[in-house]
């Protein structure tokens, strides 16, 4: 993998990311992950970037505190800074050798400032509180701190679960208020859906007259969602379609730089690195880009910066072409395999009472096995799909043909008949599909690391109208550049 647009520390994975913006820099922290056994302590590290493709790394920012502190493991915060200048980071301390009343490992908020520019931080466990009446002392994580100056005070939210009531339906986003950074007393639950087990990594950012609270939550799902609201008091409504991307794409924070706002997760990778491994915690940084639609709600793309990255122009298809199989299946494939990095954009015009259309990914020379992203206008949905699939036997039957796509990579969007633009970035292992520049979905490629690209139609018609592919411009960009994002803010 080329590392540019997205990051993965050499020997290590990324966890939760905690965006900070400051003076058109991006700083980065995010959980560091070895999965080395037995386990030595999470810390933060920190990165940093001015153009979203390339990364400075700053190596390790908060040290565990060791076996014998309350914070030998550093899961996810924040960072603010005060009037002062001074920077403050609130973050999860966990010891699994220490337990709550309940009999689980506790979890702890703890507090570090630095005056130095974010390069050293100093703890203050006389900070230090937990799980306040009425939650359980096992969630009690992810505190997001912002200033609330209509009100005059700071804001914590913090991943919490009641200490009552059905043990699937107790997530709450819970609340702590203080004036001076140092002090926290409670308050009335921010957000109480009573519907997840947890709502992890939440945050609150207002985008012109709408407020947005995003949180992940694992429970009938893993994925991160957004809410939007007129106002910090709600109420909050749930738009039509109120996920970032899949089940790949986890724990999302954001950062707005100008009038625009990237939200920065990780592609999580599968055990044993193969398709059918299970999902993994922690993988490969991505980020991608949400823009505000009239109704305040949200759509996501790729950044254009990653984009851009891609400029030399690569083997294509003819178009426009119209592929035609009323009762059947049809497929056009280029002509040779396809590079290991690309970005590809497939501009279709579906037929009405067409059934299925889409891009084939790394599929030998008669298209068959390999990947599909396959577009399901009857459905409308985009659905990550793979042959062969898992096999129990040697028999017809026992191939998974009742699992007709991967699990969680399914997302869903508006299909209606005519032009609809699917694009696919691929590094590597990691791919980004992004349908009408609104809608992504990203997964992970491991079985088949070549093979040609093509189109598909079945049972229906579609006409192709663009089908481009450019390939990784490797002339390295500076880290520090800005005039990417400067022309853009």
């Not at 002062?84 to 400032?113: E, I, K, M």
């Not at 990780?266 to 991505?286: K, L, N, V």
């Not at 579906?350 to 009857?378: A, F, H, K, M």
């Amino acid at each position: 993998m080329s590392q540019r647009g997205f990051y993965r520390p050499d020997g290590g994975w990324v966890g939760d990311v905690i965006p900070w913006q400051e003076d058109g820099v991006l700083h980065l922290f995010y959980l560091h992950e070895t999965r080395q056994v037995p386990k030595e302590g999470m810390p933060w590290h920190r990165i940093s970037t001015e153009n979203l493709v390339d990364f400075v790394d700053h190596g390790e920012a908060i040290a565990s505190g060791g076996s014998a502190s309350d914070d030998f493991n550093i899961y996810t915060g924040s960072i603010v800074r005060d009037a002062d200048g001074r920077h403050h980071a609130f973050y999860t301390g966990q010891n699994p050798d220490r337990s709550g009343p309940d009999g689980l490992p506790l979890q702890l908020v703890l507090h570090a400032t630095s005056d130095d520019d974010m390069a050293s931080w100093q703890r203050h466990p006389e900070h230090t509180f937990g799980a306040t009446v009425g939650y359980e002392t096992a969630d009690w994580r992810d505190p997001f701190v912002f200033r609330d100056e209509s009100a005059g005070l700071w804001r914590m939210l913090i991943t919490a679960r009641h200490d009552t009531g059905p043990e699937r339906r107790r997530g709450v986003v819970a609340q702590c208020i203080s004036r001076d950074l140092e002090h926290w007393d409670p308050a009335a639950p921010f957000w109480d859906p009573r519907r997840c087990v947890a709502h992890e990594c939440p945050e609150v950012f207002q985008w012109g007259d709408w407020w947005y609270l995003v949180s992940s939550e694992f429970s009938d799902a893993f994925v991160t969602r957004y809410r939007m609201a007129r106002s910090l008091d709600g109420p909050w409504v749930v738009p039509e379609h109120d996920t970032l991307d899949s089940r790949a794409f986890y724990a999302a924070k954001s950062a707005a730089l100008g009038d625009r706002r990237f939200f920065f997760g990780w592609i999580a990778t599968r055990e044993g690195g193969t398709d059918d491994g299970a999902w993994q915690w922690a993988g490969t940084m991505s980020v991608i880009e949400a823009a505000q639609r009239a109704d305040g709600t949200l759509a996501f793309h790729p950044t254009r910066e990653l984009r851009d990255t891609f400029v030399a122009p690569a083997a294509a298809l003819p178009v426009p072409t119209t592929l035609s199989a009323p009762d059947g299946y049809e497929q056009m494939l280029a002509e040779n395999v396809a590079e290991d990095s690309f970005r590809l954009v497939a501009r279709f015009d579906i037929g009405v009472n067409t059934r299925e259309c889409g891009i084939v990914l790394r599929v030998g020379d008669d298209g068959e096995s390999g990947y599909s992203l396959r577009l399901e206008p009857q459905r409308d949905r985009l659905v990550f799909d793979r042959w062969p699939r898992r096999s129990t036997g040697t028999e017809q039957w026992q191939i998974s043909g009742d699992v007709p796509f991967v699990i969680e990579l399914e997302r869903p969007v508006d299909l209606a008949p005519g032009e609809h633009e699917l694009e696919v970035i691929v590094d590597g292992e990691l791919c980004v599909a992004t349908v009408d520049d609104s809608t992504v979905l990203s997964t992970r490629l491991y079985d088949h690391p070549t093979g040609r690209v093509g189109v598909f139609v079945g049972e229906g018609e579609v006409t192709v109208r663009e089908f481009t592919m450019r390939t990784r411009d490797h002339a390295r960009v500076d880290p520090r550049r800005t005039d990417l994002l400067a022309a853009n803010a």
